[in-house]
């Protein structure tokens, strides 16, 4: 081989070298697929999950703000869906009424299932009115049984990722005192309403928790579910005691269309009182970004506000 020959495979070679060795390694970039694929039904359960999850888990919502829990029926798509997560996080109590079967289904295919009214202490549980069997299942609008629901996930997630179990635990710790601060937060608004004005009228009858955390005498027009729709005497009645009592507002729901609210106070005002719809609360379901209600925290601040500045 002539020295010109062997010059240029030299040359060759120390170019290959070069752009070798200066070619960045492959970095794999998404690491979504490291992270715990969870499934949450709500959005109070799709933010407290990524709260706790934190930057090791992927959520997926299926009820976007201002879907009703109650009349919600889920899709081929969510069914699909819930199969493939890692763990699917849900309320019970009867909340996600017409999904019973399909929880049903994923317990008993060993999907990891994470499901709040299981890890519940029942004597913290209201019972509804018209049947004590039944469970109230609206249990975040009490800042302590949402500790309780914190606690839980936090369990379900080490459970189902051990070797992260310290992470999700200071994350809950984290968030443990976040909650304190809420719950101080309410109560130092309800402080501000004379007890004779404590007087809470929503759409339907999602704030008993509510109530009984924060001194509320709390009335729906419509039972513990939107299942159950209000009558011509369950609107003459609840109007006669707003009259009778100079409620100074009511108010109407996120989640709940505002007819059967607006016919109360139509009612009310056939009476000869005029009571204002003070405002919208989120009852089932968080706000959206643009409301700045989007989190359990935003939310709570943003309901203890609205029913305050509307009464006092």
């Known amino acids: 081989m002539n020295k ?34 969870i499934v949450a039904t709500t959005t109070m359960l799709a933010d407290l ?16 703000p201002g879907i009703d829990p109650h009349l919600y029926q889920a899709s081929a798509g969510d069914v699909s869906l819930m199969h493939k997560a890692d763990v699917v996080v849900y309320n019970g109590l009867h909340l996600e009424g017409k999904m019973g079967e399909i929880f049903e289904n994923l317990s008993g295919q060993g999907s990891a299932v994470i499901c709040i009214e299981d890890g519940l202490d029942k004597t913290k549980l209201l019972s ?30 080490s459970d189902a990722d051990p070797d992260s179990k310290a992470y999700y635990e200071e994350n809950l710790s ?11 937060y309410v109560r130092d608004r309800v402080s501000e309403l004379a ?8 759409a339907h009858d999602a704030f008993q928790y509510f109530g009984k955390a924060y001194g509320f005498e709390v009335h729906g027009l419509q039972g513990i579910s939107t299942d159950a729709e209000a ?14 009592r100079q409620i100074k507002a009511i108010f109407v729901e996120s989640s709940v269309p505002p007819k059967t609210i607006e016919a109360l106070q139509a009612a009310v005002k056939a009476k000869g009182f005029n009571v204002s719809i003070g405002g919208e609360l989120y009852s089932d379901s968080l706000g959206d ?16 506000d609205t029913i305050v500045d509307a009464l006092k």
């Open 4 to 37: 010109k020959i062997k010059g240029l495979m030299a040359a060759v070679l120390s170019l290959t070298l070069l752009f070798v060795g200066c070619s960045a390694p492959t970095v794999k970039t998404d690491s979504s697929e490291d992270k715990l694929n």
């Open 49 to 64: 999950s990524k709260i706790i999850g934190g930057n090791r888990v992927k959520v997926d919502g299926l009820m976007g």
């Open 128 to 157: 509804s009115e018209d049947d004590s069997s039944i469970y109230d299942p609206h249990i975040w609008f009490d800042a302590d049984l949402w500790k309780d629901a914190a606690q839980i996930v936090a369990r379900g997630l």
């Open 174 to 184: 984290s968030y443990l005192e976040e909650l304190d601060n809420t719950d101080k």
């Open 195 to 202: 007890k004779e004005q404590r007087v809470l009228v929503t």
């Open 231 to 244: 009558g011509t005497a369950d609107v003459s009645k609840l109007a006669n005691f707003i009259a009778e």
């Open 289 to 304: 970004a643009e409301s700045k209600a989007d989190t359990y925290i935003l939310t709570m601040k943003a309901n203890i």
